[in-house]
């Protein structure tokens, strides 16, 4: 995908993360399903307003690099624009809950757009996540419809009532509203794009739909 043709849409900022959003854009319009294009929409409507980057690191972005080095020919433009804007981005973890089990201390991820981050929207957050090897990101669901661009690594993912399924870097996966989904890494980490659409503020918990909120 290094071809890739991107262009700009007016009002802003030229900074590593426009570049970024540009590329996601791109590849949603090419996607063409529901949840991409609403995505692909939701970065046309962004703001110009841009807020500092806060760069902070977490031990398992060590191997952000690596996983950008295997990252396939399908994702290489996604990735390039990753390694440009890596040094500014700011990676956290969930919040500390009993039911993630070993998933608390084996993720990071980071959020550039959304309430209060580089890019502020009340209407779409944005990032990178990383599940080290051999990790169970247990069943969740929430508020905002989701979805997930695998960019390097091998993956196995649950959603709503389909079985679980073998992810493919380059190929979104559709997470609609309070539909149950988990992960399942394989080996090695896994890095993926995420973004949350719509109800940002809404709710999310551990489990499944029929089960109690946490």
């Known amino acids: 995908m290094s071809s890739l043709h991107v262009e700009p849409w007016a009002g802003k900022a030229d900074t590593p993360e426009d570049t970024f959003l540009a590329v996601l854009r791109d590849m949603a319009l090419r996607d063409g399903r529901a949840l991409p294009r609403k995505l692909a929409d939701e970065i046309e409507r962004l703001p110009a307003a841009r807020l500092p980057a806060r760069p902070k690191r977490q031990p398992l972005v060590a191997q952000l690099e690596g996983l950008l080095s295997r990252a396939p020919q399908d994702v290489s433009a996604l990735a390039g624009a990753v390694a440009a804007v890596q040094g500014r981005l700011h990676w956290e973890k969930s919040p500390a809950n009993p039911k993630a089990g070993e998933f608390q201390h084996r993720h990071c991820f980071c959020t550039l757009t959304g309430p209060k981050r580089v890019i502020p929207s009340d209407r779409l957050q944005v990032g990178l996540f990383m599940i080290d090897g051999a990790t169970f990101y247990p069943h969740h669901l929430h508020s ?47 890095l993926m794009v995420w973004a949350w659409l719509g109800d940002l503020a809404g709710g999310y918990r551990y489990g499944l739909p029929d089960a109690d909120e946490a």
Do not use: M, N
Request: charged letters at 15%; glycine letters at 12%; aromatic letters at 8%.
């Open 144 to 190: 905002a419809d989701e979805v997930y661009l695998p960019l390097s690594g091998d993956a196995v993912c649950a959603v709503g009532s389909k079985g679980p399924r073998a992810t493919k870097p380059g190929r979104f996966i559709q997470i609609p509203s309070w539909s149950g989904h988990a992960v399942w890494t394989g080996s090695r980490p896994i």
